[in-house]
C-alpha cells in the first residue's frame, strides 16, 4: 500500500474536497438540490481523476480493463451511504416509467432474500446481480455510487476468477488501489462535514434502500 507523503497529502486534499462539497449543500440547509448538485460534482471529480488514470494507462501501455459490457463486479453486495441511494432513487424515479421501477424493485427483493440473512465472508462473497443491471450495463450509470466508480481492475481474468471461486483466499480481483482510496477519501471528507452539523450518514447495501 502507497504511504508516501505526496499520496497522503493528495489523501488530504480528496478529502477536504469532498468536505467542502458537503458543506454547500448545509450552507443551503440541505435542501434536496443542493445537496444532489453537491453529489454530482463529487461524483464528476472522482469520474476525471479515473479518465485520466485510463489516459496516463494507454500512454504506458498498460490496461484498465473496465469497461461498458463488463459486469462480473455488478453480481456482489455493494454498499453506500444513504445520502448516495437516496440520489440514485431520485435518478431511477426520473428515468424510468412505473411499470421498470416495479422491476427494479422486484430485482432488489431478490437479491435482499438471498443476502438479507448472510454475514461476514458468505456475505461477501455472494454472488447475485444488481437490481440496476440490465444487458450487462448499469441502467443507472451516472447516478451510480462511490463504490461502483472506483472499482476497477487491471485484469478482467482475476475479476472473472472470483466470481467464479469467490471461497479462494488466494486470488482477489487486481483493483487499482489509487482511485479506490481517494475515492473512499472524498466520500468520508463528505460524511464528516455532515457529522460535524449533526448529521449522521448510515451505510446500507444497494437493494437495502431500493426497496
Given at each position: 500500500m502507497?504511504?508516501?507523503?505526496?499520496?497522503?497529502?493528495?489523501?488530504k486534499a480528496f478529502f477536504h474536497d469532498g468536505y467542502q462539497l458537503a458543506m454547500k449543500a448545509i450552507e443551503a440547509n440541505m435542501e434536496q438540490d443542493a445537496l444532489h448538485q453537491s453529489l454530482k460534482e463529487m461524483y464528476e471529480a472522482i469520474d476525471g481523476l479515473i479518465d485520466s488514470l485510463f489516459v496516463y494507462a494507454r500512454q504506458q501501455n498498460q490496461s484498465i480493463h473496465c469497461k461498458r459490457g463488463c459486469s462480473w463486479c455488478c453480481h456482489q453486495p455493494v454498499f453506500a451511504l444513504d445520502y448516495e441511494l437516496d440520489y440514485l432513487k431520485m435518478a431511477i424515479e426520473n428515468s424510468f416509467d412505473a411499470e421498470?421501477?416495479?422491476?427494479?424493485a422486484e430485482k432488489a427483493k431478490q437479491k435482499q432474500a438471498k443476502l438479507g440473512h448472510l454475514k461476514g465472508d458468505e456475505l461477501m462473497n455472494a454472488k447475485h446481480?444488481?437490481?440496476?443491471?440490465?444487458?450487462?450495463a448499469c441502467s443507472v450509470y451516472e447516478a451510480r455510487p462511490m463504490a461502483c466508480r472506483i472499482y476497477l481492475s487491471s485484469d478482467v481474468k482475476s475479476c472473472v476468477h472470483f466470481y467464479n471461486h469467490p471461497d479462494d483466499k488466494t486470488t482477489y480481483p487486481a483493483l487499482l488501489d489509487m482511485p479506490m482510496r481517494l475515492g473512499r477519501m472524498m466520500n468520508e471528507g463528505f460524511k464528516s462535514a455532515l457529522k460535524t452539523n449533526g448529521i449522521e450518514a448510515k451505510e446500507f447495501r444497494i437493494e437495502e434502500k431500493l426497496l
Open positions: 502507497t504511504t508516501n507523503p505526496q499520496f497522503e497529502q493528495l489523501e421498470t421501477i416495479s422491476g427494479i446481480p444488481c437490481p440496476l443491471l440490465k444487458d450487462d
